[in-house]
């Protein structure tokens, strides 16, 4: 029987399982945005092959990352909340660290839709001496993993990918035994030399990936900040065998992808001001503040502090509309997650905006072309679809619409944005999907709907709890019970306690939302502990 309590929630995730933009006239606020996505996976897995205690802060506690914290528990980590973001997950958190020595998993790994998380577990899978089983969502079953399958493979791995398309989730992976190798990626991706860096790892010798452009690095300066060295020769990136993480307190900064939205919104409309504070300037992820730049938008930005390897700080913006521009193809893969709302800007912007050389975006978690050309047509935009892009000719006004994320955070969001400035409501269906990145992201729209200028507007309420514990009452792990298969079409219970955490509640009520709206399969919803445990 579902207490009153949780049908208040369950019915709340209904209601917000559509957003309803209307157009906005000016934008003036100053906020922070959660977590950055990429650094809160990575925290989560290298604190838990470290050696020590990690109090890892302002962790995303969206759904993607809490499917890589519950992994690592899963494979023997512990792990104590001592903060969480109210009705989604912890946002600051200790981790005990394996010293790289992980326990096999008592069922199959759930990553949901994350395929960074995917792609990053297996290796560290493959260097473990047991098997295990990696699957995900039908986006993420979708989606090719045979670009880290290749490499590892190379490295002495045995994987299997079992799905239903070739190359495809779920992996099974028979670990251990690597040899490290030299690998020449084909294509640009972060996700690829990370993985081989993490297998690299645990190999006797030196593994080096060579990447055709500069990706993110997150993965080593994290490395570094957990005192691990990493060699780099021009675009070749190298690590030694046996090196183990050395514990260290990390924070991790705001996501500058998810500042993008609100970035995009501000540049395009003229007399805004906005400032997004203490978020992550690394420059391989602000190429986003470079085009919009370049398209005539006003910003600065001010790194503060550059603490644990990450360059964070503060971007202002004052609006004054915005021209097309052409993106770059070494630009591309930098930019690969701000496409679709750069291509909300240019259908804003005076004149021809082209985005060429990103085929990625066909298997991301929609193909990103198809749904923003779909999406753009139908709020008027002028738009010529290639199979590597768009061009979009800019300045027709936008009229509002009704519209689908096709379950794609990154396409809900942008097409929010491109609501505050078409004539009309859009609405937009499927938008509980944006958990997976921005929890909070509907409280931000719904203030800067309001033309909300007091920061208390914008912030996202935090619960503490006490940091002491019974450490001796730690125990060798239990099975995760989130790793439990749901059968599809099956709607989850909410029998089963713990039920003091809003956490859990919330997280139970979001796979109902998505087994409802049935754009995702929900296979992973059995109770999640109260806040206030040890893993």
């Known amino acids: 029987m579902m207490s009153a309590f949780a049908k208040l929630i369950y019915l709340d995730v209904f209601r917000m ?31 838990g092959i470290s050696h020590g205690s990690c109090l890892i802060r302002n962790f995303l506690p969206s759904e993607d990352c809490l499917n ?72 993420l079953s979708s989606r090719p993993m045979n670009r880290i399958i290749l490499p590892l493979s190379q490295m002495g791995a045995n994987i299997e990918a079992r799905g ?18 030299s690998y020449d990626m084909p294509v640009a991706s972060a996700q690829v030399k990370s993985a081989v860096l ?53 924070l991790v900064p705001g996501d500058i992808s998810s500042a993008a939205f609100w970035l995009v919104a501000a540049a395009a409309m003229p007399g805004s ?36 390897g990450e360059p964070m700080g503060n971007v202002e913006v004052c609006g004054r509309g915005l021209t097309g521009t052409v993106l770059l193809p070494e630009e591309i893969p930098n930019l690969i997650d701000e496409i679709p709302v750069i291509a909300v800007a240019a259908a804003l912007a005076e004149g021809t905006t082209s985005i060429r050389n990103a085929k990625e975006l066909r298997v991301k978690e929609s193909d990103r072309i198809r749904t923003v050309v779909d999406n753009l047509r139908k ?24 519209l689908d994320s096709f379950g794609d955070h990154r396409i809900a969001m942008a097409f929010a944005i491109a609501g505050l400035f078409a004539k009309g409501d859009t609405i937009i269906h499927n938008t509980d999907c944006v958990n997976t990145s921005y929890p909070g992201f509907a409280k931000h729209l719904e203030a800067i709907m309001k033309h909300e200028t007091n920061r208390e507007a914008y912030q996202l309420k935090t619960i503490s709890h006490e940091e002491s514990c019974d450490w001796s009452s730690m125990t060798k792990m239990s099975p995760s019970p989130s790793m439990a298969r749901l059968p599809r079409g099956k709607a989850p219970s909410l029998a089963r306690s713990p039920k003091n955490s809003v956490w859990w509640w919330s997280t139970r009520v979001r796979c109902i939302a998505r087994w409802h709206g049935k754009f995702c399969s929900c296979r992973s919803i059995l109770p999640i502990p109260p806040p206030c445990s040890v893993h």
């Open 17 to 47: 399982s559509q957003f309803k933009v209307r157009a906005i006239q000016s934008l003036n606020a100053e906020f922070s945005v959660p977590g950055d996505k990429s650094m809160s996976h990575r925290a989560a897995m290298i604190a």
């Open 68 to 139: 890589t914290l519950k992994a690592m528990g899963s494979l023997g980590v512990k792990y104590h909340i001592i903060e969480e973001l109210e009705g989604f997950g912890p946002t600051a958190i200790r981790i005990i660290g394996r010293n790289g020595k992980l326990l096999p998993p008592q069922a199959p790994i759930d990553c949901g839709n994350s395929g960074t998380g995917m792609r990053l577990l297996a290796g560290l899978l493959s260097a473990q001496p047991f098997d295990s089983e990696l699957f995900g969502d039908p986006s």
């Open 164 to 181: 239903e398309k070739p190359g495809c989730a779920p992996l099974l992976i028979h670990g251990g035994g690597l040899h490290p190798i």
């Open 198 to 250: 993490l297998a690299g790892l645990f190999c006797e010798g030196k593994t080096t990936v060579i990447q055709p452009a500069e990706t993110r690095d997150h993965t080593e300066r994290m490395l570094a900040a957990f005192r691990v060295h990493t060699r780099r020769d021009g675009n070749a990136i190298s690590i030694h065998g046996g090196q183990i993480p050395q514990a260290c307190d990390f």
């Open 273 to 308: 001001r906005l400032l997004i504070e203490n978020v992550g300037l690394n420059e391989t992820r602000t190429a986003i503040i470079s085009i919009l730049v370049r398209m005539g938008a006003k910003i600065s930005d001010f790194v503060r502090s550059n603490q644990d």
């Open 379 to 402: 709020m008027g935009a002028d738009v010529t679809e290639f199979e590597d892009g768009m061009e979009i000719k800019g300045g027709k006004p936008l009229h509002g619409a009704v």
